[in-house]
């Protein structure tokens, strides 16, 4: 397998935290490198010292798959002409090229904006340079056309998520005539989501404006977090729930890696759903949550996924409604105009269920009573089934089997496992009540599950 390689421009004082996210994700398919003006150690904004892997005269289009530009003090004052040339021979080449920020300032310079829809700084920013495409100005976090990805400052995660879709997409074929930005390049009053993984270790999540609602997937993590002045750690289980308010930056400490669904809400939804409900939008906060349990926010959010898998074949109106939904449900139950009394309702909540759920993860693999899940819960066991599905949206029962499939599931695509060894060590009796509810479940065998990913893995390989 060739592995492509991905360049990025260094230079002194650079916004190393812009392309932070984008370059996490590229070192599992891609190799990166080091490009900069000079063999020189370069100094980023962040205090970290960089040894360039070559110069941009040694760099060629064709050895790249794309070459990214991040921000910095440099460009606002004129400075990278060359890198802007680069990025020129790129472009020219259909070779994509990401600049984030103030690297818009130096293509806007080079006349590589004025045909091209693109975003960055402020618009009047950009008009200073004195460029001629003020009229593909487009007001978004990220946009993607003619082989460019541009994104302003605070973007980081949608740079990044253009950027992913760049190279998964490879090139791409200009059309006679001039095609608007991608079809989901969402407007920034839109809903957005978007699959995440972080590998294990430290991460930083910049603030956004945005409500964001995080949906934990798959395998269960150990997971801590620093955010809004408060420290939590726990385990994190399939459909645990991140609520993170607008201006609120998170510090992740993860054990392994963990994989998110991310949903990030704009305010004009709130601000819809407050003014319907006879409420001020500014009295509106949403509040932290962290690894708390939403069953309707949790089938809307997999309605929304559901859409994005498909396409966005639905589109806008149905986009809406799931925004409007989600809206309704961050107001109502978890936000500083929420009825404190029905958080009561749910029955079993916050540090109780956390408890039982965690319980649950690590006890997979035996036999499961419910009159150990309630002395977890410290509740009875003749309440503990209503209280659960009040809080889990499905009996412990089901819960239970549900977790149990989706070990398997990830037990089947590593391989290491017999399917026999795979049911004793997932809690099921034998091999063949596996295979129901898998199938059941799954709409596959055990066996088929197996092959299907062992040949996903070596396609992609």
């Not at 040894?51 to 440099?74: E, H, K, R």
Request: hydrophobic share 40%; net charge positive; with cysteine.
């Amino acid at each position: 397998m060739v592995i492509r390689t991905v360049h990025i421009f260094v230079f002194d004082g650079f916004w190393d935290w812009g392309p932070s996210y984008a370059i996490a994700q590229l070192n599992n398919a891609f190799r990166v490198l080091t490009v900069a003006a000079t063999p020189a150690p370069v100094l980023t904004a962040g205090g970290l010292r960089i040894v360039p892997d070559l110069t941009l005269d040694a760099l060629l289009p064709m050895n790249s798959a794309l070459l990214i530009l991040p921000g910095g003090t440099a460009w606002e004052i004129g400075g990278n002409r060359e890198a802007a040339r680069k990025a020129k021979e790129f472009l020219d080449a259909g070779v994509p090229v990401g600049a984030i920020c103030g690297a818009a300032l130096g293509l806007a310079r080079m006349g590589l904006l004025d045909d091209r829809y693109h975003t960055g700084p402020a618009a009047e920013c950009l008009r200073q340079t004195g460029y001629k495409g003020q009229h593909k100005y487009r007001d978004q976090p990220a946009v993607t056309h003619k082989h460019l990805v541009t994104a302003n400052s605070t973007e980081s995660v949608e740079f990044a998520r253009e950027i992913l879709a760049v190279l998964q997409a490879g090139p791409s074929i200009q059309t006679a005539i001039e095609p608007e930005p991608r079809n989901r390049q969402a407007k920034p009053d839109e809903l957005r989501a978007l699959v995440w993984s972080d590998p294990a270790g430290v991460s930083e999540s910049p603030a956004s404006r945005k409500t964001i609602v995080s949906i934990h997937m798959g395998a269960s993590v150990h997971i801590g977090c620093r955010r809004g002045g408060k420290y939590h750690c726990g385990l994190s289980v399939h459909g645990d729930i991140d609520i993170i308010p607008p201006d609120t930056p998170s510090r992740w400490e993860l054990r392994e890696k963990d994989t998110s669904f991310i949903i990030r809400v704009p305010v004009s939804f709130l601000s819809l759903v407050a003014d319907e409900s006879g409420i001020d939008p500014a009295r509106v906060e949403i509040v932290n949550r962290f690894q708390m349990r939403d069953p309707q926010m949790e089938h809307i959010g997999w309605a929304l996924k559901a859409e994005m898998d498909a396409g966005y074949r639905s589109g806008r109106l149905y986009m809406d409604s799931l925004g409007t939904a989600m809206a309704a449900c961050l107001l109502d139950r978890h936000s500083s105009v929420s009825r404190a009394a029905r958080m009561h309702a749910q029955g079993m909540s916050g540090y109780r269920l956390r408890q039982v759920l965690s319980y649950i993860e690590y006890n997979l693999g035996r036999e499961l009573s419910l009159k150990e899940i309630a002395g977890v819960a410290g509740v009875s066991v003749s309440h503990c089934n209503a209280a659960f599905r009040k809080a889990v949206g499905m009996p412990v029962h089901q819960y239970v089997i549900q977790r149990r499939v989706e070990h398997a599931k990830t037990l089947l695509g590593e391989g290491h496992l017999s399917i026999s060894q795979i049911a004793i060590e997932t809690g099921f009796a034998h091999q063949s009540h596996l295979a129901y509810h898998v199938r059941r479940l799954l709409g596959v065998s055990p066996l088929s599950l197996r092959e299907n990913r062992q040949r996903s893995r070596l396609t992609a390989s």
